[in-house]
Nanobody
Framework: QLEESGGGLVQAGGSLRLSCAAS????????VGWFRQAPGKEREFLAA????????EYADSVKGRFTISRDSAKNTVYLQMNSLKPEDTAVYYC????????????????WGQGTQVTVSS
């Protein structure tokens, strides 16, 4: 069970840090991905991180602005979002996979509640 948090309302150019916390068993051995879905749009892959943080992947739309990281001791994966734009407004989700990486992390399993990010202009 993963739970996203940290969303909110921020002005354009601002920053937010999202958290993806795992309850139950540790997910330190899992690849974790962040995704988002804006109203009326398809869910979009944003970033992924491997268990030892040695492999990272970003979507072009967020490269250079967003940073994914993880703290295994806290069983949490983060998404630091800087230079936010109004088009970043969406519900943000995380998901884990023991075998898939990148956008394919989102191919199987159910989605959590997500956390709403709203960027005002």
């Amino acid at each position: 069970q993963l739970e996203e948090s940290g969303g909110g309302l921020v002005q354009a150019g601002g920053s937010l840090r999202l958290s993806c916390a795992a309850s139950g068993r540790p997910f330190s051995f899992y690849n974790v991905g962040w995704f988002r879905q804006a109203p009326g749009k398809e869910r979009e892959f944003l970033a992924a991180i491997s268990p030892n943080s040695g492999r990272l992947e970003y979507a072009d739309s967020v490269k250079g602005r967003f940073t994914i990281s993880r703290d295994s001791a806290k069983n949490t994966v983060y998404l630091q979002m800087n230079s936010l734009k109004p088009e970043d407004t969406a519900v943000y989700y995380c998901k884990a996979s023991s075998v898939r990486f990148g956008a394919s992390i989102g191919d199987f399993g159910s989605w959590g509640q997500g956390t709403q990010v709203t960027v005002s202009s």
